[in-house]
């Protein structure tokens, strides 16, 4: 979400290497954790699942399409959505979905943080 609110392109390589990372720790969670259950935990949506489709909304907003081709995962997400109700899940992400649409940072908020941001993913 960096590069779309500070208007930064990323490089190839790096867009690359984010997203093997990713498909490793989505791989991750199904395997270690969803398993075949309904939850994360269980029977029943717990926080756990809550913070994690928080989490895995960040790379969809920015327009990786993280449950595609991952039909377990997928399930998962729409038993979130229909526990939390579609209407609040969607009031929820709204702000992450839409940001691709937002303009980047204020110059003086993005000279600010891209120290910052740099040093988290250098």
């Given amino acids: 979400m960096f590069p779309v609110f500070l208007g930064e392109p990323v490089s190839p390589e790096m867009l690359a290497a984010t997203l093997a990372e990713l ?10 954790f969803l398993q075949n259950k309904a ?6 949506i717990s ?6 489709i928080t989490e895995l909304m960040h790379p969809v907003g920015a327009g990786c399409q993280v449950f595609e081709g ?9 038993r979130v959505e229909a526990a939390v109700g579609e209407d609040l899940f969607q009031e929820a992400h709204e702000v992450i979905m839409k940001a691709k649409e937002s303009p ?12 910052v941001v740099l040093a988290m993913i250098g």
């Fill in 39 to 44: 939850f994360l935990i269980g029977p029943h």
């Fill in 70 to 78: 991952r039909p377990k995962l997928a399930a998962w997400r729409q």
């Fill in 23 to 32: 498909d490793v720790t989505v791989q991750l969670l199904e395997d270690k």
């Fill in 47 to 52: 926080l756990a699942d809550l913070v994690a």
């Fill in 104 to 115: 980047p940072a204020d110059p003086t908020v993005k000279q600010k943080l891209m120290p």
